[in-house]
């Protein structure tokens, strides 16, 4: 039965620190991970305009950073106070590939699988989605934590694709390695309805009352008696689930989406309701959302603010009534927060600051220092024409502000021909600025009335409860492609999937 005090947790953060920090021993029912793999593949995340269409505007949601570097010392931690089992693995996979990326990956996973087994309960199971380039690799991590003993099945997830030209077999499969932690594990065999060629179609097989199909069985001295179809088809370990195509209503605009049809599967498969589900690499919250869909308890991580603010629109628009009390832990909640996460990391900062005024990002992050527009929200001045659309422009200044910080926003307002611009600074305002800002005039919307055109935020203000002040926005301005409205469903564990 599920604690009436659980509140859903979100976190941003490693998830390494998280886990350790914050998820006690053996709380987890379940847990499902697709970690990015160490490629130099570039991660972007391309952004919905409000017709629909692609975004020109780029921004990088996960740069690969896992060197070997930056994994020695947690390579010696593994070796120095890890089993046996996996110390000698972790040295013989450095005997074999030596210190290059793929061993520094195989390091960073390795201290986080760990962590992930102490969380996981007797009763709890474990879905790894895996790259190709390293799933033989991560089997034989996996073995030496799990256990080999408690390996379940190689799942494979098939999809149709686009066709492409090249010198090998197009991919259209996906590996998860499915474990268990112990024999007692939760297992709620899925099964699916049977085919038209299926016993049903032979006439001796009838249905009853109830809708179950029977036939009669006679054998010499005994009385006929039932014998009834089981409940659907048993589901193998291939499993063909379509992959979300361009025009799929459950598409957000975020490269690794997973179809929600595949975590569905796993969640109802192997927890309860009520269960802990946990993501550590939650990227867009299919999982999060799946598992809330399913009445299920949820943890997430992400290292970016990025996918922390997706998550957080994704469950409102999903869930808009009937959403389970969640809480964001990581996130900044005052001004020394935010002026540790400023000198941390400038970009976390940036998008942290630009969902407090709901901006989406509006450069690339590879560009470097900020040489323009860091956000911008759009919305319609007449909702019933579509050529009404008008721009806010939003710059973030996470360092000291002048009054040179507002005369250049103006300029960029001209230029980008915006309706009103905003400066969220995490330093007070001067006075100088406050006037170069008044100085700017208003923007007179024929519907909504008059607005400063020009208008200074400070961090301090926004966690205050401040707020811009522009016409409505209804959902032109989310991040992604605003996710569809749900309702919740309850489910027949013993029943068809």
């Known amino acids: 039965m599920a604690d009436d005090s659980w509140v859903n947790k979100l976190y941003y953060g490693d998830n390494l620190d998280m886990m350790r920090k914050y998820i006690s021993d053996e709380s987890v029912d379940l847990i499902y991970l697709d970690p990015p793999f160490n490629s130099k593949a570039t991660y972007n995340v391309l952004y919905q305009e409000s017709n629909g269409t692609a975004s020109a505007a780029q921004i990088e949601a996960f740069e690969d950073t896992w060197h070997w570097e930056g994994a020695v010392a947690t390579y010696q931690e593994i070796v120095e106070n890890s089993t046996k089992k996996l110390t000698d693995l972790m040295h013989a996979?450095?005997?074999?590939?030596?210190?290059?990326?793929?061993?520094?990956?195989?390091?960073?996973?390795?201290?986080?699988?760990?962590?992930?087994?102490?969380?996981?309960?007797?009763?709890?199971?474990?879905?790894?989605?895996?790259?190709?380039?390293?799933?033989?690799?991560?089997?034989?991590?996996?073995?030496?934590?799990?256990?080999?003993?408690?390996?379940?099945?190689?799942?494979?997830?098939?999809?149709?694709?686009?066709?492409?030209?090249?010198?090998?077999?197009?991919?259209?499969?996906?590996?998860?390695?499915?474990?268990?932690?112990?024999?007692?594990?939760v297992f709620n065999e899925p099964r699916e309805e049977y085919g038209p060629k299926s016993g049903k179609a032979d006439s001796h097989y009838k249905q009853d009352e109830d809708g179950r199909w029977y036939r009669w069985q006679k054998r010499k001295g005994q009385e006929p008696y039932k014998i009834y179809l089981s409940e659907g088809r048993r589901i193998g370990d291939v499993w063909p689930i379509p992959h979300i195509n361009a025009s799929a209503k459950e598409r957000l605009g975020y490269p690794t989406q997973k179809p929600e049809a595949l975590l569905e599967r796993i969640i109802q498969a192997s927890s309860n309701e009520?269960?802990?589900?946990?993501?550590?690499?939650?990227?867009?919250?299919?999982?999060?959302?799946?598992a809330e869909h399913l009445h299920r308890r949820w943890i997430g991580i992400d290292i970016t603010h990025l996918a922390i603010t997706l998550i957080k629109r994704r469950l409102e628009d999903h869930f808009p009534n009937d959403l389970q009390p969640y809480e964001v832990i990581?996130?900044?909640?005052?001004?020394?927060?935010?002026?540790?996460?400023?000198?941390?990391?400038?970009?976390?900062?940036?998008?942290?600051?630009?969902?407090?005024?709901?901006?989406?990002?509006?450069?690339?992050?590879?560009?470097?220092?900020?040489?323009?527009?860091?956000?911008?929200?759009?919305?319609?001045?007449?909702?019933r024409d579509p050529g009404s659309v008008r721009q806010v422009v939003v710059q973030v200044k996470g360092g000291s502000v002048n009054r040179s910080h507002v005369a250049t926003l103006k300029g960029d307002m001209e230029r980008e021909k915006a309706a009103i611009g905003v400066l969220v600074t995490l330093q007070p305002a001067t006075r100088p600025m406050r006037e170069e800002a008044a100085a700017a005039g208003f923007y007179d919307s024929p519907h909504y009335g008059r607005f400063p055109k020009l208008q200074i935020l400070t961090i301090e203000e926004l966690l205050g409860g401040q707020v811009l002040k522009m016409p409505p926005r209804r959902q032109v301005d989310k991040t992604f492609k605003k996710a569809e409205k749900k309702t919740k469903k309850r489910e027949d564990q013993t029943g068809l999937f």
């Open 330 to 383: 990581g996130n900044p909640k005052d001004l020394p927060g935010a002026q540790t996460l400023a000198d941390q990391d400038k970009f976390q900062f940036e998008w942290w600051a630009l969902d407090l005024v709901g901006a989406r990002p509006a450069r690339d992050r590879k560009k470097g220092a900020d040489k323009g527009i860091d956000g911008y929200i759009v919305f319609f001045e007449d909702e």
């Open 93 to 185: 996979l450095y005997q074999f590939l030596g210190h290059n990326d793929m061993m520094a990956y195989l390091t960073m996973m390795a201290i986080r699988l760990q962590e992930l087994h102490r969380v996981l309960k007797p009763t709890g199971s474990v879905y790894l989605h895996c790259d190709p380039t390293a799933s033989h690799y991560l089997k034989l991590v996996m073995d030496a934590i799990f256990s080999a003993k408690y390996f379940r099945n190689e799942i494979v997830w098939s999809y149709k694709r686009y066709t492409a030209k090249g010198n090998r077999y197009q991919r259209e499969h996906d590996i998860l390695f499915y474990y268990s932690k112990s024999d007692k594990s």
């Open 274 to 290: 009520g269960g802990v589900v946990f993501d550590p690499f939650c990227g867009c919250g299919t999982t999060i959302s799946v």
